[in-house]
């Protein structure tokens, strides 16, 4: 079976001469885009048909809650480290609009990588410019007794659509109990914002006690709360914290992050397969969400390729189930 892809190609390309690399690049796709097996014109249009994939099922709209962009450097990534070398590049509109023509998505939520302000005001203004960019997670300072200012300046910015602190990060792991970060969550309330969740498993205790804090802020929990995924141990404590962080209504969550968290070398859906089944058991389609993690998910998969194991995980459900994961809840929560 074979899918495929169709882009505008320049005039050009007609001409005879081309090797299927050049096309590639006239067309603007990286060199290492899927294999070609063939190239056929029709007017104007250069239909590239692929192998070795399956085809993407038809989903009426697919929004993937979750991504980062980033101009890389060394001193602003520091999480980068050497064992991550494919995230020490540029990831920027040009790469997301190539992932999104590769997998078919219709529109992205852009979220923080770094906590400085600086950084969602840049995110709001590719936001701006790029009409996949349905709405951006920033970072502001929370914990900062002033952070209401700051959430009143950025009230005119309507691609605001959430919050993110890197809790999973904190020394402390109570931080998400903070006396000041909580002021500052609190804050959230009444300005259409989401406050993502942001934590290792171990750190799920404290977050059942911070979510309760909150029962009017609408929250997302990122990366079904990181377990540690291995081929021949479930995590069993995550389970049972993870069902019951799950019982707050408030709480919707991300089917997003998770390769990244196995710590084999390899992995199939099978080895993702019982984290799935969980989170969906929980959470329910109502209040699940389809994300990438993309670029960092490259450190295990290509976006196309977590796309497709999430939608033969998905294949059981129904077609209503389905809009849900896949567009309808991130579109919801965030208000996209
Ligand atoms: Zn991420």
Request: hydrophobic content about 40%.
């Amino acid at each position: 079976m074979s899918s495929s892809l169709t882009v505008v190609a320049p005039a050009d390309c007609r001409r005879s001469g081309h090797t299927l690399a050049s096309l590639k690049l006239k067309c603007g796709l990286q060199p290492h885009t899927l294999p070609l097996i063939s190239v056929r014109y029709t007017t104007g249009v250069l239909l590239l048909l692929h192998r070795k994939h399956q085809p993407l099922p038809t989903i009426a709209m697919l929004i993937d809650s979750h991504h980062h962009l980033w101009k890389y450097s060394r001193d602003q990534y520091g999480w980068i480290d050497d064992q991550m070398a494919v995230l020490k590049q540029d990831f920027l509109v040009p790469e997301l609009q190539q992932v999104a023509a590769d997998g078919g998505i219709d529109g992205f939520v852009a979220v923080q990588a770094q906590q400085t302000l600086e950084e969602t005001h840049t995110l709001l203004k590719m936001a701006a410019g790029e009409p996949l960019i349905r709405g951006v997670v920033g970072w502001l300072p929370l914990a900062d007794p002033k952070v209401g200012d700051t959430l009143d300046r950025l009230a005119s910015a309507p691609l605001l659509k959430g919050v993110r602190h890197v809790v999973q990060d904190e020394p402390d792991d109570q931080f998400i109990l903070g006396k000041d970060f909580n002021h500052g969550v609190a804050q959230l309330e009444g300005r259409n914002l989401v406050y993502d969740v942001l934590i290792f498993a171990r750190q799920l205790p404290a977050s059942i006690e911070f979510v309760d804090s909150h029962p009017t802020i609408p929250m997302v929990l990122d990366h079904i709360a990181k377990p540690t995924i291995q081929v021949d141990q479930f995590d069993q404590a995550w389970e049972q914290h993870f069902r019951e962080i799950a019982k707050r209504e408030n709480l919707t969550c991300k089917f997003s992050g998770v390769v990244t968290e196995v710590r084999d070398e390899q992995w199939t859906i099978d080895t993702v397969r019982p984290y799935w089944e969980v989170a969906l058991d929980a959470f329910t389609p109502k209040r699940l969400m389809f994300g990438s993690d993309w670029p960092v998910c490259l450190l295990k998969s290509p976006h196309r390729g977590w796309l497709q194991t999430v939608q033969q995980l998905a294949a059981e459900l129904s077609a209503d189930e389905k809009a849900d994961l896949f567009a309808n809840t991130a579109a919801r929560v965030y208000n996209l």
